[in-house]
């Protein structure tokens, strides 16, 4: 015969462990817990059976981490608004640019332009944060951007009275390194065919190192011609090509070849690929020196200004409209009012 299974209402009462009751009772069936299974408790009561109640009284504020495209759509539909397209290989300083930029505007106005609100905060915080006294680490250090959907920080700025919007686009460094061993891989790199202006990073540091040198000057030029295969720069945005951690050029034996390497990539680029980009500007950046006796930033007003730089109005073309009949096919003739 099977033995009766001992259960209680009372999640306190231990009668199936100890085999006593405890209300007392010593005939069970005066129990009105006894027998009985126990009640499941709301999601809204904690084990008290009393019910949670929510005290916050405050406001929820949005996290401010860096926007997924979505959010991006919407800051774009604010304010007139510039795109920035960032290129680099894996540490050739991306996050560095961005967090060093923001450095800047703590500081005061830069390149005429004056902070003026961000929907990122909290992310840009959190990319400076380790370049920064306050991080207790011997050198600045900047976070490896992580592979996976792109992000963007977003800062406003306000320059001779107008408000103006920065969303600048941040990608892992090897998803571009991908782009110069096949092409198709730039395919999903949607951010580039809306940008206003594409900065390509060449990393100072590998340059100046004698058997990272080749790899720095051939890796670049691949990387651009994967992507306008791909039509990614098929509005001509303008083209910034940026030379960063000058404090390690500086500090090469080798600097006077860096800077002949860096200008024939920047004459490379230009020859090869004018038509796909509307304007040129080169930079020489250290946005996070680990010399703490080198400026932070430098480099980065000038870019900023190029950056803010409108972009050169594409031509507009003269569409004909014809139906088939004879008086479509006529030409307008060209009047010389002068």
């Known amino acids: 015969m099977a033995e009766t299974e001992v259960i209680c209402a009372n999640r306190e009462c ?16 005066k129990c009105p817990h006894y027998g009985k299974e126990p009640e499941e408790l709301d999601e809204d009561q904690d084990d008290d059976g009393l019910t949670l109640v929510d005290t916050f009284d405050g406001v929820h504020l949005p996290d401010a981490l860096p ?21 680099g290989v894996h540490d050739s300083g991306k996050t560095s640019v961005i967090a060093g930029l923001f450095d800047l505007f703590q500081l005061g106005p830069v390149s005429g332009a004056s902070f003026a609100g961000s929907s990122t905060l909290h992310g840009l915080e959190i990319i400076c944060h380790d370049a920064r006294v306050a991080s207790e680490r011997d050198e600045p250090h900047s976070e490896r951007t992580k592979r996976g959907e792109v992000r963007f920080y977003h800062i406003d700025v306000r320059r001779d009275g107008a408000l103006q919007s920065l969303l600048i686009a941040d990608r892992s460094g090897e998803e571009y390194e991908e782009v110069s061993d096949l092409a198709a891989n730039a395919t999903a790199m949607f951010e580039l065919r809306r940008a206003d202006v594409i900065t390509v990073l060449v990393d100072g540091r590998r340059l100046s190192s004698p058997s990272d040198r080749a790899d720095v000057m051939g890796a670049i030029p691949l990387i651009i011609q994967g992507m306008v295969e791909n ?77 803010l730089k409108p972009s050169v109005e594409p031509k507009g073309l003269r569409l004909r409209y014809r139906n088939g009949r004879v008086f479509d096919g006529l030409m307008p003739a060209e009047t010389d009012l002068g």
């Open 14 to 29: 231990r009668i199936a462990q100890g085999g006593r009751c405890i209300e007392g009772h010593d005939d069970l069936a």
């Open 67 to 87: 926007l997924e495209s979505g959010r991006a759509d919407r800051v774009l539909a604010m304010l007139p608004a510039r795109m920035i397209g960032v290129i």
């Open 231 to 307: 039509g990614a720069f098929e509005r001509k945005p303008n083209l910034a090509i940026i030379l960063t951690k000058d404090d390690a050029v500086q500090a090469s034996s080798r600097k006077d070849r860096v800077e002949q390497d860096f200008r024939s990539i920047v004459d490379g680029i230009k020859d090869a690929f004018a038509d796909h980009f509307s304007d040129f500007s080169s930079f020489v950046t250290s946005a996070s020196p680990k010399d703490t006796n080198v400026m932070r930033g430098s480099g980065l007003a000038e870019m900023l200004g190029f950056w």
